[in-house]
């Protein structure tokens, strides 16, 4: 078990910070260059706990992985080995999205996940890919779970929940069926899939209602991941919420299907600039925050929710150090993450002597309030310890955060970026 003691910070503080690159658009550009045509580039990966999952997946795939400073060098298998079990960790993004891929597979693959990802619900992609023609057995839908491969047949499937990760599952399986894949409904999420396959040759139609992809195969790919904005978020808050710390946070990816938090910021009057903005394949810039006497909106629109999914935790954090009442509804989602974060986040906050009403599918949020300190639980996720952490650098006595190295699958280098801000 680990843990770390975030004491309040006192003195100010002047920094530039380089956030790690995107986890979705890692995990991403490893599995779509396994089944490309050719050797791939992949510039600025991120190196986590989650993403070496999904390296490890490839890799039993068959194809290279030539991991170098900076760079990897992906070299799709000559033919697939086609009966493997495989260990996803905490990830739920590898899981589901690679369990498209697999899918589309004449073979025989087994995944299991640890302790958390055996709880999260699998129901959500094993309908559209057992439509496509996959057979899937696993008990109650969730991990450990067989995939049987192979023969897939485009469908044309209304997507239920707004979820990136299903959109991308039934995507991957779609290259490699028989026949046109159309998805509509609930496609407003995060977009990379689509970017990056509209980048390599997939022959794809994206319009607002529908994603349509004719099976084809990526040529390959050359693609520079910019940094995480979800990584970003916590400095961002940081920012916003402290006087003591003037920030840049440099290269990170500003798609708007990642940045919701922003539209909500922008309306409780937070103050920012982008600098360098730069259009790369995905949108970048620079991220300087400043200190902000924020409002709280009276609820939030449920439509930017999918737009700011990850940030939900540390958005809690700034409305508690903002003005007035919040009811921030619609995140029933945020139950099956890698724990329940409503629940974590109402027992947290309260040890800290911060009271957050509970609701079904969110919380009632009333701020300002100060932040005493306390000992807190991570619950083994990643987004609570760091959201923790920046609670801790605001708060009067400081936060001691019990499982805080969860931060690893996102993460690795945030708690050296916080001790930093100590010497
Ligand atoms: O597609 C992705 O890379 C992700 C999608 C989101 O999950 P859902 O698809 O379950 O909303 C997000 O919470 C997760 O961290 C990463
Ligand atoms: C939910 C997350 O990731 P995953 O679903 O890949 O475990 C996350 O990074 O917050």
């Known amino acids: ?111 299991l996940g640890d302790a958390s990802l055996s709880q999260r619900p699998m129901k959500r992609i094993i309908e559209p890919l057992s439509e496509m023609g996959a057979k899937i057995s696993c008990e109650n839908y969730k991990l450990p779970m067989t995939i049987i491969g192979g023969n897939l047949r485009g469908i044309d499937y209304w997507l239920k929940i707004p979820s990136a990760q299903v959109k991308s599952s039934i995507m991957f399986a779609a290259l490699r069926a028989t026949g046109k894949t159309t998805i509509r409904g609930a496609i407003n999420s995060r977009n990379h899939t689509e970017i990056m396959f509209k980048n390599s040759g997939v022959d794809i139609e994206i319009n607002d209602n529908y994603i349509e992809i004719t099976p084809s195969l990526p040529t390959s790919l050359n693609y520079r991941i910019p940094g995480d904005f979800s990584s970003a978020a916590y400095f961002i808050a940081m920012g916003l919420i402290s006087k003591k710390v003037d ?120 701020g300002p309030q100060e932040i005493k300190g306390g000992e807190i639980n991570s619950f083994n996720d990643h987004r609570i310890s760091m959201t923790f952490a920046i609670a801790g650098l605001i708060s009067k006595e400081g936060i001691k955060i019990k499982n805080s190295n969860c931060v690893d699958v996102s993460f690795p280098n945030f708690f050296e970026i916080i001790k930093g801000f100590f010497s």
């Open 1 to 111: 078990m680990s843990e770390i003691f975030i004491p309040p910070l006192k003195k100010r503080i002047k920094k530039e910070i380089n956030v790690p690159s995107d986890k979705s658009i890692t995990h991403r550009a490893l599995l779509l260059s396994s089944i490309s045509k050719g050797k791939s580039q992949i510039f600025n990966p991120l190196i986590s706990e989650d993403t070496k999952r999904t390296i490890n997946l490839v890799k039993e795939l068959g194809a290279k992985v030539d991991i170098g400073a900076n760079k990897w060098v992906v070299t799709p298998p000559k033919s697939f080995n086609v009966d493997f079990d495989f260990y996803s960790g905490n990830s739920g993004t590898t899981t589901r999205i690679s369990s498209g891929l697999l899918a589309s597979i004449d073979g025989h693959f087994t995944i």
């Open 247 to 366: 920030l840049i946070i440099k290269s990170v990816n500003l798609n708007k299907t990642r940045t919701g938090m922003f539209q909500v910021l922008e309306k409780m009057n937070a103050k920012f600039e982008i600098k360098n903005f730069k259009n790369d394949i995905e949108p970048i810039g620079d991220i300087v925050p400043v200190f902000s006497n924020m409002i709280n909106l009276k609820n939030i629109d449920e439509n930017l929710i999918p737009f700011m999914i990850d940030e939900i935790p540390i958005l809690v954090l700034i409305q508690s150090q903002s003005e007035g009442r919040v009811i921030f509804k619609n995140l029933s989602e945020l139950r099956r993450k890698e724990t329940d974060r409503i629940n974590a986040l109402v027992q947290n906050f309260e040890k800290i002597g911060v009271k957050i009403e509970e609701l079904n599918d969110g919380f009632i949020v009333e």
